[in-house]
Nanobody
C-alpha cells in the first residue's frame, strides 16, 4: 500500500511563506500525477496544484503566481512552496498521487495550514 506523508504545515501571518512536503513510500515515477488539495472548515475539498510525471504543472486560479509545485524524484518527494499567504489559504492540505495504470488514487493524512490575519 502506497503511503504519502505530508509535513511543513503550521501557523503563519498573512504575507508569509510555508513549504509543504509530501514524501511517498515508493518511487514517484510510478505516479502519472501528484498534486495538492485543500479543505477549509465547512467547505468541500478543492484542487490546488498538480505536477505530472513529465514535470508539467497546473494551478487553481486563486494560487497562481503565489504557489509553486515541484518534485524531487531522488527523494520521492513533492513540494508546495506557498508565498504571499492569505487568510483564505487556511485549510488542511492533502497530498494526492494517481496511477492510471493501476487505477489507483492515494491520499496523505493532511497537514494544517493556518494563516492569521
Amino acid at each position: 500500500q502506497v503511503q504519502l506523508v505530508e509535513s511543513g504545515g503550521g501557523l503563519v501571518q498573512q504575507g508569509g511563506s510555508l513549504r509543504l512536503s509530501c514524501a511517498a513510500s515508493e518511487s514517484i515515477f510510478s505516479f502519472n500525477t501528484m498534486g495538492w488539495y485543500r479543505q477549509a472548515p465547512g467547505k468541500q475539498r478543492e484542487w490546488v496544484a498538480t505536477i505530472t510525471s513529465g514535470g508539467s504543472t497546473a494551478y487553481v486560479d486563486s494560487v497562481k503566481g503565489r504557489f509553486t509545485i515541484s518534485r524531487d524524484n531522488a527523494k520521492n518527494t513533492v513540494y508546495l512552496q506557498m508565498n504571499s499567504l492569505k487568510f483564505e489559504d487556511t485549510a488542511v492540505y492533502y497530498c494526492n498521487a494517481r496511477d492510471y495504470t493501476r487505477s489507483s488514487n492515494y491520499w496523505g493524512q493532511g497537514t494544517q495550514v493556518t494563516v492569521s490575519s
